[in-house]
T-cell receptor, first 111, second 113 residues
Framework: GQQLNQSPQSMFIQEGEDVSMNCTSS?????WLWYKQDPGEGPVLLIA?????ELTSNGRLTAQFGITRKDSFLNISASIPSDVGIYFC???????????FGKGTKLSVKP | DAGITQSPRYKITETGRQVTLMCHQT?????MFWYRQDLGHGLRLIYY???????DKGEVPDGYVVSRSKTENFPLTLESATRSQTSVYFC????????????FGNGTRLTVT
């Protein structure tokens, strides 16, 4: 079946640094979604991308839908302690089945 | 407040017991889902429902039962709990249109002793 490879698995960064993470697949996706999960909470939608090449921002977060439709990127600028959590990519593939999730990127921020 | 709520937040049960996790959403979303989240496995789909009285298996359905008699409720039952079902369970819902994002509840942490 379709799979999403998310990297890196974890990141330890200093407050104020920029962060990049990505998601790749061997097959085409029609929609990319990025979620954040705080400790003890459910995932919360950050950004939704619906068109190849689309670049969308949400505050300090920017995500892009890759032009090949096989990847997506999430960037966080000037990280702060509350950015700590697990970030998940997710996508709907060409078969329009259920949402497929990456395994997540765990972000730790040192003040 | 509108949204999706799960209960209980925490549950400890013994092997062999039946336990039901509740999920209620106020958005009138047609689709509802149950996931389990375990270290190293990410989010795995247990069951989903496209509408009242329509349910379907996900990736890991064995040992679980669902029902959906009303659009807003989607309970998940472990008929005879096993230690391997110790996990965090998330309910989610979305609109029926293609590519709609999922909206998650805050989870139920279940421990089977």
């Amino acid at each position: 079946g379709q799979q999403l490879n998310q990297s890196p698995q974890s990141m330890f960064i200093q407050e104020g640094e920029d962060v990049s993470m990505n998601c790749t697949s061997s097959s085409i996706f029609n929609t990319w979604l990025w979620y954040k999960q705080d400790p003890g909470e459910g995932p919360v939608l950050l950004i939704a991308l619906y068109k190849a090449g689309e670049l969308t921002s949400n505050g300090r977060l920017t995500a892009q839908f890759g032009i090949t439709r096989k990847d997506s990127f999430l960037n966080i600028s000037a990280s702060i302690p509350s950015d700590v959590g697990i970030y998940f990519c997710a996508g709907y593939g060409g078969s329009q089945g259920n949402l497929i999730f990456g395994k997540g990127t765990k972000l730790s921020v040192k003040p | 407040d509108a949204g999706i709520t799960q209960s209980p937040r925490y549950k400890i049960t013994e092997t062999g017991r039946q336990v039901t996790l509740m999920c209620h959403q106020t958005w009138s979303h047609s689709y509802m889902f149950w996931y389990r989240q375990d270290l190293g496995h990410g989010l795995r789909l247990i069951y989903y429902s496209a509408a009242a009285d329509i349910t379907d298996k996900g990736e890991v359905p064995d040992g679980y039962v669902v029902s959906r008699s009303k659009t807003e409720n989607f309970p998940l039952t472990l008929e005879s709990a096993t230690r391997s079902q110790t996990s965090v369970y998330f309910c989610a819902s979305r609109w029926g249109t293609a590519d709609s994002p999922l909206h998650f509840g805050n989870g139920t942490r279940l421990t089977v002793t």
